[in-house]
T-cell receptor
Framework: GAVVSQHPSRVICKSGTSVKIECRSL??????MFWYRQFPKQSLMLMAT?????????EQGVEKDKFLINHASLTLSTLTVTSAHPEDSSFYIC????????????????FGDGTRLSIL | AQSVAQPEDQVNVAEGNPLTVKCTYS??????LFWYVQYPNRGLQFLLK??????LVKGSYGFEAEFNKSQTSFHLKKPSALVSDSALYFC?????????????FGTGTRLTIIP
C-alpha cells in the first residue's frame, strides 16, 4: 500500500533554531502534499497545501515566513519552522495522495507518522 | 464550505460489545467521506471511505460505516469491539468539486474498549 515517510519523528531544540521536517512518498508520486498541525487532544489543523514545482498555498492565519514549505520533487516536501519558539511546539503531520489516480480521484490521503517538535 | 461534527469526545465500550462512533457532515455538493484512526504519537491510518453506491461500507480491521444522506451522517461501527481498537478516531469529508483536495476533519473521538 501507499506509504508516506516523515522524518524526524521527534525533535527537541533550543528557541531560535530552525527545524526542517521531511515528508516523502515512498511508492507513489504526489504533486500535492498537505501539512497539518495537531495540538494535544485536538483535531488536525491544515496549515498549507504543498504543490510540486510551485508555491505552497497557506491557510488563513498561518505565517508563510515562519513555516517555509518546499516541494521540489514528486516524492518530497519539506516544512521548515524558522526561528522556532516554544509556542511552535506541536505535533506536525504530513499527508499525500497518489497523483497518478487523478485530481478527481476518490483515493484517500496517506499520512506520515508525524513529528513531535519541542522547543525549549 | 465543508464541515464535520463528531459529537462525542469519548466513547467507552466493553470488549465484545458492538461499538458506534458518530459523525455528521456538511458539504455543498456530494461528499467523499473517510474514517481514520490514530494511535499515540502516530499519524493517521486510513480505515474506510464512502464514494458512491452501497450505503454500508466495509473497511479495515472489521470496521464498517453507514452513509445516510438524509441525516448527513457517516457513523463508524464494529459488531464486536477489541481492546486493540482503543484509539482516537477521526471522520473527514472532502467535497467532490474538481480540484478541491482538502480534507476537513472532525474533532476526533477517543474510543476506549474496556476489558
Amino acid at each position: 500500500g501507499a506509504v508516506v515517510s516523515q522524518h524526524p519523528s521527534r525533535v527537541i531544540c533550543k528557541s531560535g533554531t530552525s527545524v526542517k521536517i521531511e515528508c516523502r512518498s515512498l511508492d507513489f508520486q504526489a504533486t500535492t502534499m498537505f501539512w497539518y498541525r495537531q495540538f494535544p487532544k485536538q483535531s488536525l489543523m491544515l496549515m498549507a497545501t504543498s504543490n510540486e514545482g510551485s508555491k505552497a498555498t497557506y491557510e488563513q492565519g498561518v505565517e508563510k515566513d515562519k513555516f517555509l514549505i518546499n516541494h521540489a520533487s514528486l516524492t518530497l516536501s519539506t516544512l521548515t519552522v524558522t526561528s522556532a519558539h516554544p509556542e511552535d511546539s506541536s505535533f506536525y503531520i504530513c499527508s499525500a495522495r497518489d497523483s497518478g489516480t487523478g485530481t478527481r480521484s476518490n483515493q484517500p490521503q496517506h499520512f506520515g507518522d508525524g513529528t513531535r517538535l519541542s522547543i525549549l | 464550505a465543508q464541515s464535520v461534527a463528531q459529537p462525542e469526545d469519548q466513547v467507552n465500550v466493553a470488549e465484545g460489545n458492538p461499538l458506534t462512533v458518530k459523525c455528521t457532515y456538511s458539504v455543498s455538493g456530494n461528499p467523499y467521506l473517510f474514517w481514520y484512526v490514530q494511535y499515540p504519537n502516530r499519524g493517521l491510518q486510513f480505515l474506510l471511505k464512502y464514494i458512491t453506491g452501497d450505503n454500508l461500507v466495509k473497511g479495515s480491521y472489521g470496521f464498517e460505516a453507514e452513509f445516510n444522506k438524509s441525516q448527513t451522517s457517516f457513523h463508524l461501527k464494529k459488531p464486536s469491539a477489541l481492546v486493540s481498537d482503543s484509539a482516537l478516531y477521526f471522520c473527514a469529508v472532502r467535497d467532490r468539486n474538481f480540484g478541491n483536495e482538502k480534507l476537513t476533519f472532525g474533532t476526533g473521538t477517543r474510543l476506549t474498549i474496556i476489558p
